[in-house]
C-alpha cells in the first residue's frame, strides 16, 4: 500500500485538520513498523515464522460496521499464540479464548462489530515454522453522515452541560470537531461534548462529522443565564391525620437541579398553631423533626432554608396550608363483627363463622368474645363452642338465623365491650336431592344365576344419605332372594331370561321425600347369557392327515373364538381305535399333543373341554369321524399310485369338474386350498361305474390339491380353478 500517497492526499486536502494529522502520523508510525494497517474492505495476510518475533496487525477499512475473519489454515507450535481484539487495540473486546488461539485450538470464524480488529501474534521461535492465512471481509456503511446533537435552548452558566451527540450513518472511522463561537474556537472531538460556560451570552455551537464518505456539520444558537441559587425545598409528613400527643416524623427535603445547584445548611421550621413540642432531640432548627400536637385541628406548616455563608441569595420558603389535621384518639370500644363461610347452607350442613376483632384506628383489639343465635337450634362442632373466637355450626332447621357477636378486651372488659347484631344472616334450605349410585357383583351373568346388587348412597360432597330405596329392572324378568326386595338397599336377585338389563335406582330421605328425591340409571347395564354360552369353542387340527404306522403327528387344540365367555384350560383326547401311544411327555390331558399310531386304517378323533371355574355348565365336545388314514409304510413304487389310474376333467374348470376312478372301487376323496385347509371331502360308494362329479363354485380362483385313495392306494394330483 502506497502510504507516502495517502500522507500527501490528506495535506493536500483542504479541509484536513490537525486531528487527521495526528492520526496519519500515527497510521504510518504503525504501518512501517513491526505491524501493518490493512484499510482494504476485505483481503488478506498471511504469517510464516520460525523466530521469536512478535507481529501486530490492524484491520481498519474505512466506514466499516462489521469485520469477518476466516482462516485457510492455522499451524502454529506450542509456545506460539494468536490474540484478536474487536476494536483498534487490545483494550477491544477479546474475540480470542484465554491466552489465545494456539497449537490444538485452531480459531474458527470471528466477527467484529466496532468495525475495527487487532490481531496481536507472538511466535515463540521454536524449530519447526508457524504459519498461517488469515482473509477478512466488512461490512460498510457508505451512507454519507448526517450531523445533529441535543443541548436544551437555554442553559445555566457555571454549571455542566453535555452535548450529546445523535448524528447518524457512523462508522468505525468518523471524526467529530466541535466549535463554540464567540470566545472559544475548536473545544473538542470526542462523540459528545461536557461543557461550562463561565459567562452569559448567546453561543453558536457548531459540530462538524466526517467519515471516507463525507462531511456535514449542524449548528446551534444557546442562551447561557445566571441560574437561580434559592435552595429547593419540600415538606412531607409521615403521617397528616396523626392523633392528640402522637409522635409524628416531618422530614425537610432538600435537593438541587442544574436550575438551583446549591443545598441548604440551615433550617427553621414554624407551625400555625403552635401548639407544638418537639421530641427525641429534634428542634426548630433541625432539617427533619419529631413533633407531638397537642391541640387537635387544623395546623400550617412552613419551612425556611438557606445555605449559612449566602443567606440572602439561596434564602426560600414552603408553606403548607391545614398539611396536618390532628385527631381525637379512638375510642376504647374493639371493633367486632361476624362473617359468615356460606350464608346460604342446607340442614345439617357444617358452616363456618369468623370474628372479624380489628381495624384501623382501634386502640384495642378483642381477646374475648360470645355468639348468640336466634333461633338457638344449633350445634357446635369440630370442639368449637359459643365463647371462641371462630366456630364451626351446624344448623338443625330450615330458616332465617340473626347471629349476634359479643366481644370485648379483658384489659378493661366494661370500657371496651361491643357486640354486633346481624338479623336474618343465615338462611338455612331444605335437604337437597340426596347421592344415589349403584354396583352389581356381576355384570356379566348367566339365566338363573344369582347377582348382588349396593346401592351406594353418600360421597363427600353431598350432605345427606338416602334412606329409602326402589330398584325397578327393564325387562322386569328378576326374582329377589333371600329376604330382599325391591326396596331393599342391598340386593339379591336371579335373572330369568336372556337379555341386556336396564337397571334403575330410586332413593330419598325420609325426613324430606320431596326435596331429597333422586334416581340413577344404567341402560345395559347387567348381560344376562344363556347356559349354552357358557360352553367354551373347541377344535382341533394336524398338519399329516396321512401318517404311516409309526409315525408321530402333533395335534393342537384350538380352545378361542370371539363371542365366547369361557375359554377351555382343561382337555381330554379321545381316539378310535384307542390303538395310540402319547409321546414327548404328552398325555390325554394335555391342550396340545404327540401321538404315535399303531394300526393302519381311519381314526376318529373327540376332544373334550371345559373351563375350571364350572366344569359342568362350560363343558363341549368336538368329534371327527374317520379324521386321520394310517397306512402301512411303502417300499418302492406302490401299485396304482400312477396318475393314469385317475382321471380328472376339465382341469383348469370353472370349479365344477369330474372325477373318474378307474376300478370302480370305492375311495375318499379329500381336497386342500394352497393354505392347507380342506375345502371339501365325500366318500365314493362301490359299485358307481368310478365317477365322481365335484363342485367348488364357491371357493376362490387358485391351485388345489386333490387327494384320492382307498385302503389299497392313494393319488394326488393338482387341479385349477380360473374364470
Known sequence: MNYHYILLKYINTAKYSIL????????????????????????????????????????????????????SYFNVASGSFLRIYDGTDPSGTPLHPGSGFTNGNPPSTLVAVSGAMYVYFSSSGSSSKDSFLACWTSTVNSKPPVAKFEIADTIYSQVYNTFVNTSQNLTNRTEFVWNIDPGYGEVGYKKDLPWIFYTNNTYEVNLRVSKCSGTDNYKKNIAVITPNYKVNLDIQAKKTNPFLNEVDTIKGINFITKKRPVTANRFRWKFEPDKVSYVNGSSADSQNIQVKFTEKGKYNVSLTAWVKDDSSDTYNEVNKLDYITVLEPPRPKVYIEPIAKNTTPYIGETDTLYAIDSMPGKLFKANRFRWVFNPSTVTYLSGSSANMKNIAVRFNKKGKYSVKLTGWNDVDSVLTYNDTLKADYILVKPQPKVYVDFRATQLSTWVNDIDTLFSLDSIDSKIFKADRFRWEFTPNQVEYLDGTSSNSKTIHVKFKVKDNYTVRLFGWNSLDSANSYHDTIKTHYIRVMDTAEKRVYLDFSTKNLF???????????????????????????????????????????????????????????????????????????????????????????????TTEFVTIFPNPSTGKFTVIWANKEAYRIQIFNINGKMVKELKHEAGNNGIETIDLSNESVGLYCLSIWNTERKVVKRIAIDR
Open 547 to 641: 401318517p404311516n404306522k409309526g409315525d408321530t403327528i402333533v395335534i393342537n387344540a384350538i380352545d378361542s373364538i370371539t363371542g365366547k365367555y369361557y375359554r377351555a384350560n382343561r382337555f381330554n383326547w379321545e381316539f378310535s381305535p384307542n390303538t395310540v401311544s402319547y409321546v414327548n411327555g404328552s398325555k390325554s390331558d394335555k391342550k396340545n399333543i404327540e401321538v404315535k399310531f399303531l394300526e393302519k386304517g381311519y381314526y376318529s378323533i373327540t376332544l373334550n373341554g371345559w373351563n375350571s371355574m364350572d366344569s359342568i355348565g362350560t363343558f363341549n365336545k368336538t368329534t371327527k369321524t374317520s379324521y386321520i388314514l394310517v397306512k402301512e409304510p411303502q417300499i418302492g413304487i406302490e401299485k396304482g399310485l
Open 20 to 71: 487527521k494529522i495526528r492520526f496519519l502520523i500515527l497510521f504510518l508510525l504503525v504501518a512501517f513498523g513491526n505491524s501493518c494497517v490493512l484499510a482494504q474492505n476485505s483481503g488478506c495476510f498471511k504469517v510464516v515464522t520460525s523466530s521469536n518475533r512478535i507481529e501486530y496487525k490492524l484491520i481498519l477499512p474505512c466506514e466499516a460496521i462489521k469485520i469477518t475473519l476466516t482462516f
